[in-house]
């Protein structure tokens, strides 16, 4: 078993002793006991985390004060907004597509130019605003939905950096990728309370997306399992299913973890 399967558990699988999971959570770290939950949604394209964002908010927030926060960007939603934009637009968005269409493949070597790497830093720094901002709502006890989740573990898309800390460029750039690189640390040392990972097949994901490229959409699919996101407790569901019972499953481990509709 590796590392990260260790706290992971399938749907249907014996439920978890509710006493350790509270042990778990007080364990991990002191500064996790002042926060009010987290539920973080991750999955492919199409996998429904919007959607599924939207409608747990609604119910959980009729008993606790319980807000969404998208903390994805580049090819979802947002990546369509910064396209956008003016000047910068057109620029930084085909760079998060090649960014991601090359992850894992070795193709990009070299760490891009200043222009580019200033902009990839600026939009994991909006990423950090959002986190920040999410965090000081679960200190004031507002249960939070994220909407994606930043991790440490891979450059390239796939909410890791945008630059690969570990490759050339110019001593700048370099600087700003391990700068960016730390940025990710941080923010993935504070785990969620679960990571609900919505598992979908390519085809399901583009006849949801029907715009998206199915090369991409097979590579984040086959990524999506090898994240650890920092060994935070993940738990599969399957999202290839009637939308009413992916919500339900989700409620239903979310009660389990203590978050109530
Ligand atoms: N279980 C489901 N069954 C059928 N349709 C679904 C299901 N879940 C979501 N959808 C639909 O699929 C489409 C995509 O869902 P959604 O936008 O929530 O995905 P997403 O994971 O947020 O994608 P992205 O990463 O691109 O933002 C929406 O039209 C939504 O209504
Ligand atoms: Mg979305």
């Known amino acids: 078993m590796t590392k990260h399967h260790t706290r992971r558990e399938l749907i249907g699988a014996s439920p978890i002793n509710s006493e350790l999971v509270d042990y778990l959570n007080q364990a991990r770290s002191p500064s996790h006991n002042q926060l009010a939950p987290c539920v973080a949604l991750i999955g492919c394209d199409g996998s429904g985390k919007s959607t599924l964002a939207r409608d747990l908010v609604s119910l959980l927030n009729r008993n606790i004060n319980t807000r969404s926060v998208y903390l994805g960007l580049g090819t979802g939603d947002f990546g369509r907004r910064i396209a956008k934009l003016p000047l910068v637009g057109g620029v930084v968005s085909r760079f998060l597509q090649n960014k991601a269409s090359k ?29 920040r901002e999410a965090l000081k709502y679960r200190k004031k006890g507002v249960q939070i939905v994220t909407d994606r989740y930043p991790q440490a573990e891979l450059a390239g898309g796939f909410d890791g950096p945008g630059l690969n800390s570990a490759r050339k460029g110019s001593p700048l750039v370099e600087y700003l990728a391990r700068r960016e690189q730390s940025i990710y640390r941080q923010m993935a040392a504070y785990q969620p309370t679960v990571i609900i990972r919505l598992n979908v097949d390519v ?15 097979e590579k984040k699919i086959a990524v999506l399992p090898t994240l650890s996101f920092a060994g935070a407790r993940i738990v599969d569901i399957d999202a290839t299913r009637p939308y009413g019972d992916v919500l339900a499953s989700t409620l239903a481990v979310l009660q389990r973890f203590g978050l109530r509709a």
């Open 103 to 131: 992850a894992h493949e070795g193709r990009d070597k070299r760490l891009p130019g200043l222009a580019t790497a200033l902009a990839m830093f600026g939009l994991s720094l909006t990423r950090r605003h959002r986190f």
């Open 203 to 217: 085809d399901t994901a583009l006849a949801r997306k029907a715009d998206h490229e199915r090369a991409l959409l």
